[in-house]
């Protein structure tokens, strides 16, 4: 028999990651704008311009698993979390309503709108990076969590401007790329950052989460995911060294070892809060909503995934290449 809170848990964790990765690239490039020139912020939207808005598609598609699948969990979440939420919606309502009229504008409107769109950008990413601190501290209220929340949420958003550098990268050349370059050495330097600080604040909030790692010799093979994370972090260093020094190195390999770097952090966490839904508090099978409703809920995402996954990946084959400046114009 399938354990369905085990497989909407999955489903959920897929979404998140897929909206981590494929949102954050466009939301760091968004908060790179306002270090381009006006031809620069051109390309910069090109890139990004055929796949923004439907990467945030599947942050609905986690959000929707979460409330039908796990009804009591989003309830408890959202609670707790109401004001970054809100925070998270106006900044992506504010960039989506940017994008579209900087299009239009003309003169100091444009430029007025392109800085919209940085903060929209900002916003949203700080918020969710706040989010992600307060949930993995069990939403302890306190100054001490309040301000680790907002350094997480920080560098997030550095996270999310090495996702952005290094799309750039593969979507740009000339001086743009080389700019590119220098923006995912800075970011890299925030995701060190907040891996650090989620590796370790989830082991001093729990007891659980630090047996599961720390129960030596039975978890020494884990410390390969920390391991393979600084060898990813190497690789974008070293990828990004050597197109600096005009070396041959294919455009891809920084995104490339960005996305495994939040890969696998994704997966340490994912290992560190399994089995809750809620950190100690929680399982996802206490959450879970009735084998009923998740039967009939597991129907529409079989019919629906395929189709985002298909959809998504003929955007990127369809505008691969280097992206071309008025393209979105």
Known sequence: MIDLPLVFAALMGLAMLMYVVLDGYDLGVGMLMPAADAREQELMVSSIGPFWDANETWLVLGV?????????????????????????????????????????????????????????????????????????????????????????????????????????ILKSQGVLQGKAIAWARWGLAWVALAVALVSLATPLVSESVRIKWFDFPRTLALMLLPVATLAAGWRVWA???????????????????????????????????????????MTIWEAAAH?????????????????????????????RGKARPGLYE
Not at 121 to 140: D, K, N, V, W
Not at 248 to 255: E, L, N
Request: with cysteine; proline share 5%.
């Open 64 to 168: 929707g698993i979460l409330l039908v699948a796990f009804p009591v969990a989003h309830g408890m979440v959202l609670g707790a979390l109401y004001l970054p939420v809100a925070w998270m919606l106006i900044g992506l309502m504010l960039r989506g309503v940017a994008f579209e009229f900087r299009v239009k504008a003309e003169g100091w409107h444009r430029e007025l709108w392109n800085n919209l769109f940085w903060f929209g950008s900002f916003l949203a990413s700080f918020a969710q990076g706040f989010m992600l601190g307060r949930y993995i501290t069990g939403f302890h209220a306190g100054f001490g969590y309040t301000v680790f929340s907002f350094l997480v949420g920080a560098s997030l958003c550095g996270g999310y401007v090495l996702l952005g550098a290094t799309w750039l």
């Open 239 to 281: 990828s990004t060294g050597r197109l600096k020094r005009g070396e041959p190195q294919p455009d891809w390999v920084p995104f490339a070892a960005a996305v495994t770097i939040f890969v696998l952090a994704f997966a340490g966490l994912a290992y560190s809060l399994f089995p809750f839904v809620i950190i100690d508090r």
């Open 291 to 319: 084998p009923s409703s998740l039967r009939f809920m597991l129907a529409g995402v079989i019919v629906v995934l395929p189709f985002l996954v298909a959809y998504t990946a003929f955007a990127y084959r369809v505008f």
